[in-house]
């Protein structure tokens, strides 16, 4: 039986091998979707109006469980070092048992795109075993006019069916949960997860794979545009604050995670947001609270009262918890999805070890170097095992979603940052006064006024000083925000300590680019910390 919401007849469920399914429901709009979640048991229903899920035993990404076939195409184009490898054979017999396991099912189908660039464009057909989950993608993904279905034809097919258990032995992979990427047939397999933040995250690898043979460079980043025209990009790892950061009700938003820039500028990959409501708050982050409230919001693990209002102070389940909601959520978001050429990249770190200033200007050397770093760092408490900060460097600020080697996406950034004359700033969101445990959270109403400040072009007319470790030059004094904050070592009752804290981080940077060290250029080899001291 087949029930549409919109149906697409020229390319129906049977023509991908799901036709055994016992119903299929295509393109069906939030009522019917909340309909069914609550019916199925699946979700429920908030105070507030939203739909909270709950995922299970995952309750985020199974980075270790996902691979790449691996065939003639993609052999020389991907990054194996980074990316796991699965052979054409093994992907093939993990597909046929996946879609036999289907049969009988009840089926959610989802025809969206990722990419708001019409020339860059990927339309994805997603399948889903959950309501909830087809609710979640229509959310996060870009929805066609209701007009437009009848002729859409998906160049990738995304099929999650978090029910059916992997076979290591017969389908070539880890455990029982799987996410197989064919990028040379436009086909995602995921089973045994039902953490939905893997079919936004699949969409994102396959373009991440795509566009650069186009000239075209995808980041993981937030963006957003001025008044004038000053569009802005926010390069960072989860919790470092591209969502919070790019919200600022004076600028549009254009997208909270992914976009592509290309020859006409920015553009959004998504239609929606996946923002951490971990201890979320009405007071520091009101347009995206705003949203927890709203008909057709997804909650993802957040913890209800007996009224089922959400605690997100809760974090028992899991500090990743969710919000997924369209953009048009967002006041002032953009319609478009699209903006000009940034005039500004800001690359975002929390650094747990107190050492970073609060903001430095980076040489577009330096700006490939941290971009091809990619450094954050954990904080005690957050995983098992980890009881003192910990640094993370995850290259391009996305390791997991990269399936080329990282100077590809370093180049064409550096390449576009020199050809559009961008400025460049790392941005530290961590801690100041000390490391995790000791210091403080970075203010921020100071980060927010150092930002207002460089994406103005205050910030460039200030006196600089060249930073003893990294060589980047760091504000002395900045109207509306506390001067000793520009200086972490003056924040720290100990000068010693500081300096050994610092030693010890500009020892894990070089330590960890000694992998790029062949790949680039003299220039960029010398933006690497501790290099000028070393000079003198």
């Known amino acids: 039986m087949e029930e549409f919401g919109v149906r697409n007849p020229a390319a129906g469920i049977a023509e991908i091998g799901l036709g055994k399914a016992a119903s299929v429901r295509y393109n069906l709009l939030e009522a019917a979707l909340y309909e069914e979640a609550i019916r199925r048991g699946e979700a429920e229903l908030t105070a507030d109006g939203a739909l909270r899920a709950l995922t299970g035993q995952h309750t985020g990404r199974s980075a270790k469980d996902k691979f790449v076939v691996r065939d003639a195409k993609t052999d020389g184009q991907i990054w194996w070092d980074n990316n796991k490898p699965i052979s054409p054979e093994h992907f093939a017999v993990l597909h046929q048992d996946m879609l036999a396991h289907a049969a009988g099912k009840d089926l959610f189908v989802q025809d969206l795109i990722g990419g708001a660039d019409a020339d860059n464009a990927l339309p994805t057909r997603v399948v889903t075993e959950f309501a909830w989950h087809s609710l979640f993608i229509r959310n996060l993904l870009i929805r066609p006019e209701r007009a437009a279905l009848e002729g859409f034809v998906a160049k990738l097919t995304i099929i999650d069916l978090p029910s059916f258990r992997a076979d290591p032995a017969r389908h070539g992979c880890r455990t029982e949960t799987v996410i197989a990427c064919d990028l040379t047939k436009g086909i995602v397999l995921i089973g045994g997860t039902s953490y939905a933040g893997e079919m936004k995250k699949s969409v994102f690898t396959v373009l991440n794979y795509l566009l650069p043979s186009k000239g075209v460079m995808p980041m993981h980043c937030s963006a957003n545009v001025g008044p004038e025209g000053d569009a802005a990009v926010f390069f960072g790892l989860s919790g470092t604050g591209k969502t919070t950061l790019s919200a600022d009700p004076s600028r549009t938003l254009i997208g909270d995670d992914e976009h592509g820039w290309g020859e006409n500028g920015i553009f959004n990959f998504e239609g929606g947001c996946y923002a951490k409501t971990i201890r979320l708050s009405a007071e520091a982050e009101p347009e995206i609270f705003a949203t927890t409230k709203r008909f057709g919001t997804v909650l993802e693990n957040v913890i209800l009262d007996e009224n089922r209002v959400p605690d997100f102070n809760d974090g028992s389940l899991t500090e990743n918890t969710r919000c997924a909601y369209p953009l048009h959520f967002i006041p002032n978001a953009s319609e478009t999805g699209i903006a000009p050429h940034p005039k500004t990249i800001i690359m975002l770190t929390a650094d747990a070890f107190g050492v970073l200033p609060p903001i430095a200007k980076l040489t577009p050397e330096q700006a490939m170097y941290h971009f091809l770093s990619g450094y954050t760092a954990k904080v005690a408490g957050t995983e098992k095992g980890v009881t003192e900060p910990e640094a993370t460097f995850s290259t391009c600020f996305g390791a997991p979603f990269m399936p080329r080697h990282p100077t590809e996406y370093g180049n064409l950034l550096r390449d576009l940052i020199a050809r559009h004359k961008v400025d460049c700033w790392l941005v530290n969101t961590g801690w100041t006064g000390g490391a995790y445990g000791t210091g403080n959270r970075m203010p921020i109403k100071a980060t927010r006024a150092l930002l207002t400040a ?83």
């Open 454 to 536: 460089a994406l103005t072009g205050e910030l460039k007319k200030v006196e600089m000083r060249t930073d003893a470790n990294f060589g980047f030059a760091v504000p002395v004094a900045v109207a509306g925000v506390d001067t000793k904050i520009l200086d972490p070592r003056s924040t720290w009752a100990d000068g010693v300590a500081y300096d050994a804290q610092a030693k010890k981080l500009v020892g894990m940077f070089i330590d960890n680019f000694a992998k790029f060290e062949a790949h680039v250029d003299g220039k960029v080899r010398d933006a690497a910390p501790g290099i000028r001291l070393a000079a003198e």
